[in-house]
């Protein structure tokens, strides 16, 4: 009888937490999971536990560990060990007690069933247990000292019955769903501080060039900065944010698409916490933190409206009643032309200084591919983006007719822009698996391919979505492990290596122009469209056509 441990060799900070989950390992049963490690994200708030326990029809439990010698004197948690006595920051109860409730309400998005019964424990694998022990923060059920290690599952099991045998279980199949839920965001927080450790290395130079141009603009208290897809626009909008923060400033950055709000909050979860924005996310996230309601019962266009409407009036009210200690010294909103004007009077009166406060914008006008009108208040000329740091310069050069500034690629030539044809009538979505297929054959990693749509959605986008949520579908694209199936609209400011893109968008769509742009932007590699010619002709003009067929 022996657990599964994910993962399978985990490496260990101190002994002590290779004590216990030897133990669990050995204890539980087969069809129980340790988790080792298991890192929480959400919002810019960042939690660990050190060892996480999915024990099917039986319950969950997350577990703090402290080696050496622990104690209680006054309320207060002391750890003693080789290098001598300390106090302890925080009661390890209430570590892992917070934890525990991060973890459940991480879910709650993710999945559509909750974590049913679940309980914390603290585990002090090298502590005896006192003859007395009265800690009212931590009954005796929820502390196991060296004498339980050696039948620590029974002592699990008997924690979780005593929160009460009415409470749901998950079953095997849910557990499954959450594990793959969780492991996703684990590997999407890695991938994140990795690359912010790539762009603060010296190698990366295009990327450090680049900043220079936070650097002009370090006496402007409001600056509009429009580029190109690729210009690098969403990383200079994180390292204004953080510059801002630096400089003793509260300040919120913002934007519109749920995938990029999740980029911004794993890379900033990576960065010190005194130099973290104090909000970081969706637009539509601020009215809700500071009272507005939350998102409706009704039909598609009456939640439609509550967005685009509702929330953006609410938030004007909400935040006209802030005082001024609670409003933002400076706000940095990235694909500002996603904004429409309602929502700017709203964000405005977020700011210290209303009209006159720090503000700065980062938007792509050609990116327009929202059915709404809105300019950022900012009457200065905008200052351009002229680099592509994102595609290979073959890219580029395919969309190049429709960017609202002339681009200069910085990057090597890379392979030609490949064009599948597809007959009239015939399945685009169809056409483009297969494109897929022919990349992984051909020796590309699952997690290095995007399949977007311009039109309907692909079928396998809708059932992850309905599977694990909107944010577990955007963490599993950033834990970077499968093929993503996605669509432009909500793909501005992301990338991959390799991008097949379908045209399945009608051509007499109005935006259909703006979401060609934002289709043939996204590789860095690698470029396949697949198609009708006669689609690509009219939605994209016959430049367009020439660079990406090659005829």
């Given at each position: 009888?022996?657990?599964?441990?994910?993962?399978?060799?985990?490496?260990?900070?101190?002994?002590?937490?290779?004590?216990?989950?030897?133990?669990?390992?050995?204890?539980?049963?087969?069809?129980?999971?340790?988790?080792?490690?298991?890192?929480?994200?959400?919002?810019?708030?960042?939690?660990?536990?050190?060892?996480?326990?999915?024990w099917p029809e039986v319950g969950v439990v997350a577990l703090e560990v402290k080696g050496g010698t622990v104690s209680v004197q006054d309320g207060e948690w002391f750890q003693s060990d080789g290098s001598g006595r300390r106090a302890l920051a925080k009661s390890p109860i209430e570590q892992v007690r917070q934890a525990k409730h991060e973890l459940s309400e991480f879910l709650k998005s993710r999945v559509s069933f909750g974590l049913g019964r679940i309980t914390h424990v603290v585990v002090l694998p090298y502590t005896q247990a006192p003859p007395k022990w009265a800690v009212p923060d931590a009954p005796r059920h929820l502390v196991a000292f060296a004498q339980d290690v050696e039948h620590l599952a029974g002592f699990l099991a008997e924690a979780l019955r005593k929160q009460g045998a009415s409470a749901s279980v998950l079953t095997e199949k849910q557990t499954a769903v959450v594990l793959k839920t969780l492991r996703a965001t684990h590997k999407a927080v890695e991938n994140a501080q990795l690359r912010s450790q790539e762009i603060t290395d010296a190698g990366n130079q295009l990327t450090r060039e680049q900043e220079k141009v936070l650097a002009l603009l370090r006496f402007q208290h409001r600056a509009q900065l429009i580029g190109g897809a690729g210009s690098g626009k969403t990383h200079l909008a994180l390292m204004k944010a953080r510059d801002q923060v630096r400089a003793g400033k509260r300040v919120a950055l913002v934007c519109y698409s749920r995938g990029l709000a999740r980029h911004f909050e794993l890379t900033v979860a990576g960065w010190p916490p005194e130099e973290r924005p104090q909000f970081v996310g969706l637009f539509h996230d601020l009215p809700v933190l500071l009272g507005a309601e939350a998102e409706p019962e009704g039909t598609r266009e009456e939640i439609a409206q509550y967005y685009d409407e509702v929330l953006p009036r609410r938030l004007a009210e909400l935040a006209a009643e802030l005082p001024d200690e609670h409003r933002f010294e400076a706000i940095v909103v990235d694909e500002a032309q996603d904004f429409a004007d309602s929502w700017w009077e709203g964000l405005t009166l977020c700011l210290l200084g209303g009209e006159d406060g720090e503000l700065f914008v980062f938007a792509d006008a050609h990116q327009k591919v929202f059915d709404r009108e809105g300019s950022s208040p900012i009457t200065l000329s905008p200052f351009p983006l002229d680099d592509n740091l994102r595609n290979t310069a073959t890219i580029a050069e395919c969309f190049a007719p429709l960017t609202p500034v002339e681009q200069i690629a910085r990057m090597d030539a890379g392979v030609p822009v490949r064009f599948v044809p597809v007959a009239a009538g015939a399945s685009?979505?169809?056409?483009?698996?297969?494109?897929?297929?022919?990349?992984?054959?051909?020796?590309?990693?699952?997690?290095?391919?995007?399949?977007?749509?311009?039109?309907?959605?692909?079928?396998?986008?809708?059932?992850?979505?309905?599977?694990?949520?909107?944010?577990?579908?955007?963490?599993?694209?950033?834990?970077?492990?499968?093929?993503?199936?996605?669509?432009?609209?909500?793909?501005?400011?992301?990338?991959?290596?390799?991008?097949v893109l379908a045209l399945n968008d009608d051509p007499d769509n109005a935006l259909a122009t703006q979401k060609l742009y934002v289709g043939l932007s996204r590789a860095?590699?690698?470029?396949?469209?697949?198609?009708?010619?006669?689609?690509?002709?009219?939605?994209?003009?016959?430049?367009?056509?020439?660079?990406?067929?090659?005829a």
């Open positions: 009888m022996t657990a599964t441990s994910i993962p399978e060799a985990p490496e260990f900070a101190t002994q002590s937490e290779r004590t216990v989950w030897e133990a669990l390992v050995e204890q539980l049963p087969d069809e129980a999971t340790v988790l080792v490690g298991q890192r929480i994200t959400d919002h810019a708030r960042e939690v660990e536990i050190d060892l996480l326990v999915f685009v979505t169809e056409a483009a698996d297969d494109q897929v297929e022919a990349m992984l054959d051909a020796g590309w990693s699952p997690g290095d391919v995007a399949l977007l749509t311009t039109g309907r959605r692909h079928g396998e986008q809708i059932a992850q979505v309905d599977a694990v949520g909107p944010a577990g579908y955007w963490d599993a694209f950033f834990a970077g492990d499968e093929v993503f199936y996605g669509h432009v609209l909500g793909f501005k400011g992301l990338e991959r290596p390799v991008v860095r590699s690698e470029l396949v469209v697949v198609g009708n010619p006669q689609d690509l002709l009219e939605i994209g003009g016959e430049d367009v056509f020439r660079r990406v067929t090659g």
